[in-house]
């Protein structure tokens, strides 16, 4: 086989690109580590804590409510009133919001991205996240799975994780870069994590920057063909 110029050069790019994925690495894996607030949060609930103080929370089978973010792109229902706990400005590289309910914490984190390694290699980014909530939860790993979500330009490169938790936790999450950004949609759970889950991620709507109008929505998650 002839080795050409022109595979000489994308052997070139694609140790590049690798590069700067195990560089971002180190960045992406304590953005993972963020949804271990929830877990923290949701401590205070477990049975070795203390009982929530009146008025009580509500219950995730209860009414819901929106939040919406129009500088960070999205809309998404959550079980409670959803507070932001991180970044304080629309400019912000990190934002985040909870949501604490009866039995549990939704979490929304949105993080830039720079745009070369988020679109040349998505893949390392999201493992990164995932390999750094799993080692600090300490529980059994049910699935970490690869997917792909519909996205105003095509397709998203994305990860779904499902892992046990201490005192009776079930965190489930689903990470995904679009837009130069990566978006965290975590539920942590001691009642019934999946219908809470499923009833989060249906919901998200991408929101056009500059109208506010919805722009897609991402629909059941589907296998990544890799």
């Known amino acids: 086989m002839t080795d050409t110029k022109s595979d000489r050069k994308n052997r070139k790019g694609r140790k590049k690109a690798e590069g700067r994925g195990s560089k971002i690495t180190a960045v992406a894996i304590p ?4 949804a271990l607030i929830g877990v ?8 070795d804590g203390p009982a929530p103080t009146a008025p009580s929370l509500p219950a995730a089978t209860g009414p819901w409510t929106q939040l919406e973010s ?3 792109g999205f809309r998404i229902s959550v079980p409670a009133e ?3 706990v991180q970044g304080g400005g ?4 990190v934002a985040m919001w909870l949501s604490t309910f009866s039995t549990g914490v939704v979490q929304v984190t949105v993080s ?3 745009e070369r390694v988020c679109e040349e290699v998505p893949d ?6 995932a390999e750094g909530t799993i080692s600090q939860l300490g529980g059994a790993v049910r699935t970490n799975k690869v997917i792909e979500l519909p996205c105003p330009k095509g397709k998203c490169p994305g990860r779904e994780l499902d892992a046990d938790g201490p005192a009776g936790m079930r965190v489930l999450s689903r990470s995904f870069v679009a837009a130069g950004r990566i978006y965290q949609l975590s539920v942590t759970d001691r009642a019934d994590a999946e219908s809470t889950f499923k009833k989060v991620v249906d919901s998200f709507t991408f929101l056009a920057p500059e109208s506010g109008q919805a722009v897609d929505k991402t629909p059941a998650v ?3 063909p890799k």
């Open 70 to 72: 129009q500088p960070y």
């Open 82 to 84: 959803a507070r932001r």
């Open 222 to 224: 589907q296998p990544s």
């Open 90 to 93: 629309e400019d912000s590289p």
């Open 124 to 129: 390392s980014v999201l493992k990164g996240m």
């Open 112 to 114: 830039k991205c720079p």
């Open 31 to 34: 953005l993972g580590l963020c």
């Open 40 to 47: 923290g949060i949701w401590s205070l609930f477990s049975s």
